[in-house]
């Protein structure tokens, strides 16, 4: 079954530093999610990528989907308080026609003032 | 907001005892979603349910069931409860249009379940 590795699993940086989160599909990626998290809290969707090479942005966030690597890298510049909580990738569960995803299992960030 | 409500907020319950989990999707879409979040499990997907037919199903054990009615709201049954069932559960919706392919699922702010 496919299977999102997120690295690292953990990140703490200082306000105002760049910082880089991968996702990695051990299968043939059809797309994929970010979502960020606050603990216990629900979902926020930042953003989706459709085509390999596709790049999105909003506000400092960029992401990208590399579909020969089969990963997406999420990158944050300039990073502020307001950037911390948990980063979420998901994924569709292979090519299937339905609205199932999978998760990656987060990269908690912290950012210190 | 995403504009998907669930309720109960939060809900303590016994071992064995059942509950419902109830999710009102975004205005329009027609797709609802039920995910369970566990420490150890991560973020797992269990059902989808597109127009109040079951559309995908993931490893959602036979303990557990949902439906979705024709105001389009859903419920996720869950019964004969454990420990392990303790976790928050999402409710996400989507409009549906492709089957939930290729579209954004937004969630709602989930329901805690604690099992004593």
């Known amino acids: 079954s496919q299977e999102l590795e997120q690295s690292p699993q953990s990140l703490i940086v200082q306000e105002g530093k760049n910082l880089t989160i991968n996702c990695t599909s051990s299968k043939t990626l059809y797309g994929l999610y970010w979502y960020k998290q606050k603990y216990g809290e629900g979902l926020i969707f930042l953003m989706m990528l459709q085509k390999g090479g596709e790049e999105k942005s909003h506000e400092k966030i960029t992401a990208k989907l590399d579909e020969k690597k089969q990963q997406s890298s999420l990158h944050i510049t300039a990073s502020q308080p307001s950037h911390a909580g948990i980063y979420l990738c998901g994924a569709p569960h292979g090519s299937s026609n339905t609205g199932k995803l999978i998760f990656g299992q987060g990269t908690t960030l912290q950012v210190k003032p | 907001d995403s504009g998907v409500t669930q309720t109960p907020k939060h809900l303590i319950t016994a071992t064995g005892q059942r509950v419902t989990l109830r999710c009102s999707p975004r205005?329009?879409?027609?797709?609802v979603y039920w995910y369970q979040q566990s420490l150890d499990q991560g973020l797992q997907f269990l059902i989808q349910y597109y127009n109040g037919e079951e559309r995908a199903k993931g490893n959602i054990l036979e303990r557990f069931s949902a439906q979705q009615f024709p105001d389009l709201h859903s419920e996720l049954n869950l019964s004969s409860l454990e420990l392990g069932d303790s976790a928050l559960y999402f409710c996400?919706?989507?409009?549906?249009?492709?089957?939930?392919?290729?579209?954004?699922?937004?969630f709602g702010p989930g329901t805690r379940l604690l099992v004593l």
């Open positions: 205005s329009g879409d027609l797709s």
């Open positions: 996400a919706s989507s409009p549906g249009t492709s089957g939930g392919a290729r579209e954004t699922q937004y």
